[in-house]
């Protein structure tokens, strides 16, 4: 049976979920995750990012609210929901004592793989562990027991892979190994979802963001958007001659003195372009030699929009 929202990955509606302990982890949030996307799930520490990822899974129970996975819904279908999703998580979990090539085989025992189905080998050699194959898993890299536990998820051929911190502790070469095979799975028609604090990687791999706070969601919009919405821009202008008074402007939000000629100017984009704050700077009498502008980046909206949910 498919659920109403069959045109989306995930469908979250009115979610909470409140903990022992009168722990709101998640409060009401409503999600939708587009099919084929790469979709980024930003938060800082304990914003209820892993909470929403389990319940996804079926392995933390929702205290209100509904969700469905490639349409299933995840009460009334959690078979077909499970069936859809594959799930690495921050914990490496596999026997030290199987093979890659035997863990594999035993994931796809216990999601009903039929034995004609497995790709355990195109699996291995897509994560690059083929000649890892037979070696015990206790012996293998934390990278590439990383790479193990993709491939893992992916065993039963889920149309959503869900990566939680994947890349946590991983040094900088492996991590571009596991985004460039994040990449392949999206191109091979794979919608993924990413939960990571490094706000430049959701930059740069992820087609839209969603940022949780306090288990609230605070933004949900194309990347390219969620980063125009940094409003704060700076200039940094060198005037020929040293500034005794720092100029005053209700347009400048806050001018701050480098040295003895250099001042930086903070402004709100929506509210005046750099050339204005410039003409200000010329009006004042100042002769401007030298100007600088700083690019927003994620980091900046991020910061902005906790700040205005806190
Ligand atoms: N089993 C639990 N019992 C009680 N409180 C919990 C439980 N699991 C999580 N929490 C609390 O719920 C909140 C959200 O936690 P969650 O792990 O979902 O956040 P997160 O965004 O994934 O954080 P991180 O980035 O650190 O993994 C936190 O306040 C956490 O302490």
Redesign the pocket.
Known sequence: MRGRMTDAAIHVENVTKI???D?R?LDNVNLTVPRGTIFGLL?P????????INILAGLVNKTAGSASVWGFDIDRDPRNAKASIGIVN?EITFDPFFTPAETLDIQAGLYGVPRNAKRTMELLKAVRLEDKADAYARTLSGGMKRRLMVAKAMVHSPPVLILD?PTAGVDIDLRRQLWDYVRELHAGGVTVIL?T?YLEEAEELCDRIAI?NH?KLIADKPTRELVNMAQEKAVVVTVEKDITTLPDRSCFEKVEQIDHNTITITYRKDRVNAGEVLTALGEAGHVIIDVTTREADLEDVFLNLTREAA
Do not use: D, M, P, R
């Open positions: 903990y022992e302990g722990v982890a938060g520490n304990g914003a209820g990012k892993s909470t929403l921050q911190e939960t604090h949780i288990g």
